[in-house]
C-alpha cells in the first residue's frame, strides 16, 4: 500500500519554528518529487515547496522565501520541511504529495492526510 504521512505541526508562536515530516511507505522516495502544500480556512490550497529527485528546490510560494526550506533524507525515504520565522498566516493544514521525477507541475500522485500548523501568540 502507497501512503505519506506527514507528522510535526503544532501550535507555536510567531517567530518560532518547526520541521514538517513526510514518510512514505510502499515507495521509494527517491524516484519521486515531493512537494508540500498548504490549506488554510477557507482559502484554496497552494504549493509551498518542491524538491525534486536532483534535489533541486521549486518554490512556489513567494511567501516563504528565505523562511522555509525543504530537504531529503534518502536512507530514511523522508523529506522534510523546516518552517522558520512563522507568521501566523502561515497558519494551515500542510500535506505533502509525490509525483514522478519533478516538479514541473502540480498535478501529484499521491497524497498524505495532512498535519496542522497553527501560528498564534
Known amino acids: 500500500q502507497l501512503q505519506l504521512v506527514e507528522s510535526g505541526g503544532g501550535l507555536v508562536q510567531p517567530g518560532g519554528s518547526l520541521r514538517l515530516s513526510c514518510a512514505a511507505s510502499?515507495?521509494?522516495?527517491?524516484?519521486?518529487?515531493i512537494g508540500w502544500f498548504r490549506q488554510a480556512p477557507g482559502k484554496e490550497r497552494e504549493g509551498v515547496l518542491c524538491?525534486?529527485?536532483?534535489?533541486?528546490?521549486?518554490i512556489w510560494a513567494d511567501s516563504v522565501k528565505g523562511r522555509f526550506t525543504i530537504s531529503r533524507d534518502s536512507a530514511k525515504n523522508m523529506v522534510y520541511m523546516q518552517l522558520n520565522s512563522l507568521k501566523p498566516e502561515d497558519t494551515a493544514v500542510y500535506y505533502c504529495?509525490?509525483?514522478?521525477?519533478?516538479?514541473?507541475?502540480?498535478?501529484?500522485?499521491?497524497w498524505g492526510h495532512g498535519t496542522q500548523v497553527t501560528v498564534s501568540s
Open positions: 510502499g515507495f521509494t522516495l527517491d524516484v519521486h518529487a
Open positions: 504529495a509525490a509525483r514522478p521525477w519533478n516538479c514541473g507541475s502540480l498535478v501529484f500522485d499521491y
Open positions: 524538491i525534486s529527485t536532483s534535489g533541486r528546490t521549486s
